[in-house]
């Protein structure tokens, strides 16, 4: 990013408040809420992101082995590939990190500001293969449907 920003204002640069101003669009601000402040509801016993499929909830409970451990975490699972479509050429392991841990706090502030009854795990997966941008997710899951470990 220091790079595209750099070559800015011939050369002199800009900062990334100025970049967001000069490239951004409303549109595109109340689109990313979807993304950096989603919502979320509580179903069934689960926290969702809001707008879940029912019948893939319950085609996942059918599962052999399934817990609502892992039923949560591929419910509320993002390849953070998927957010950009058509970006496959901007999309970089050091982009994709910052926003990944990024998204990971955001979710935990929101998941534990909205359930405090019910407080959340927040994952970010970074494949060991960085090529493997698929690989880089966030996902959460309840605490409570951990195993316990006694």
């Known amino acids: 990013m220091r790079a595209e920003l750099a070559r800015w204002n011939n050369g002199a640069g800009i900062d990334l408040e100025g970049w967001t101003n ?46 609502r451990k892992s039923i949560e975490c591929v419910m509320n699972h993002l390849h953070l590939i998927d ?3 058509h970006d496959d050429d901007e999309f970089t ?12 706090e955001i979710y935990q502030a929101k998941l534990t500001c909205k359930f405090p009854h019910a407080p959340c795990i927040v994952e970010f997966r970074e494949p060991e293969n960085g090529e493997d941008f698929y690989g880089f997710q966030i996902s ?5 449907h951990e195993p316990s470990s006694t």
Do not use: C
Request: net charge negative; no cysteine.
């Open 22 to 67: 000069g490239m951004g669009n409303y549109g595109l601000a109340i689109g990313y809420l979807t993304v950096f402040w989603p919502e979320f509801v509580e179903y069934d016993g689960y926290i969702l992101r809001e707008g879940f499929s029912l019948d893939a909830l319950r085609a996942f409970e059918r599962q052999e082995g399934a817990t």
């Open 83 to 85: 957010i950009h479509s």
């Open 93 to 104: 392991e050091d982009k994709i990190i910052v926003l990944g841990h990024a998204l990971k």
């Open 140 to 144: 959460f899951w309840q605490a409570s």
